[in-house]
T-cell receptor, first 115, second 114 residues
Framework: DTAVSQTPKYLVTQMGNDKSIKCEQN?????MYWYKQDSKKFLKIMFS???????INETVPNRFSPKSPDKAHLNLHINSLELGDSAVYFC??????????????FGPGTRLTVL | AQSVTQLGSHVSVSEGALVLLRCNYS??????LFWYVQYPNQGLQLLLK??????LVKGINGFEAEFKKSETSFHLTKPSAHMSDAAEYFC????????????FGQGTRLTINP
């Protein structure tokens, strides 16, 4: 069973389009995240949600909008795609920490290419 | 804010040789530290983590890392490299300012020579 899954795995689209990436976790975790990995492999957090509530919102253009319909899903919608949005996007999840720092489990990634 | 520096974007070792991947962090408080591995075209997998218990942490696949507060280091080692260890390795530190945010280093690509 896949713990954290993302769809699609690859996404190729034109500049200006709107696209969504879906993420689902079956680990029963309370917290989910989106990370962006650029062409130099640098990973940076974008958002996190805890029980459908936005917790972390880094300096991300407002063209990016996360949506959490329930605590097992965290989708990423991107409006007006730009060339610089080309990257690999990773979803992750963790159990809510109570006095510790829980391991984050990552999905396989979605490679977005904007032409 | 926490930060992580991985010395060497690319490390190459022979099969059977010692693997040493370096990671230094900056943090004003004792951090939580992690090593993740990314195989080609795959997601990140946790190798090991330090959470203020034992300073020598053992992980999967024969890897271990030692937390040295005086050196602000958390270097990853494996006594004998295997071809299957070829991957990208990321060191990460937790951001303790409320939210569970991981701050990653820039990654080290490990190549194993036969």
């Amino acid at each position: 069973d896949t713990a954290v899954s993302q769809t699609p795995k690859y996404l190729v689209t034109q500049m200006g389009n709107d696209k969504s990436i879906k993420c689902e976790q079956n680990l029963g975790h309370d917290t989910m995240y989106w990370y962006k990995q650029d062409s130099k492999k640098f990973l940076k957090i974008m958002f996190s949600y805890n029980n459908k509530e936005l917790i972390i919102n880094e300096t991300v253009p407002n063209r990016f909008s996360p949506k959490s319909p329930d605590k097992a899903h965290l989708n990423l919608h991107i409006n007006s795609l730009e060339l610089g949005d080309s990257a690999v996007y990773f979803c992750a999840s963790s159990q809510e920490s109570r006095g510790g720092f829980d391991t984050q489990y990552f999905g396989p990634g979605t490679r977005l290419t904007v032409l | 804010a926490q930060s992580v520096t991985q010395l060497g974007s690319h490390v190459s070792v022979s099969e059977g040789a010692l693997v040493l991947l370096r990671c230094n962090y900056s943090s004003s408080v004792p951090p939580y530290l992690f090593w993740y591995v990314q195989y080609p075209n795959q997601g990140l997998q946790l190798l090991l983590k330090y959470t203020s218990a034992a300073t020598l942490v053992k992980g999967i696949n024969g890897f271990e890392a030692e937390f040295k507060k005086s050196e602000t280091s958390f270097h990853l080692t494996k006594p004998s490299a295997h071809m299957s260890d070829a991957a990208e390795y990321f060191c990460a530190v937790s951001d303790l300012q409320g939210a569970q945010k991981l701050v990653f280093g820039q990654g080290t690509r490990l190549t194993i020579n036969p």
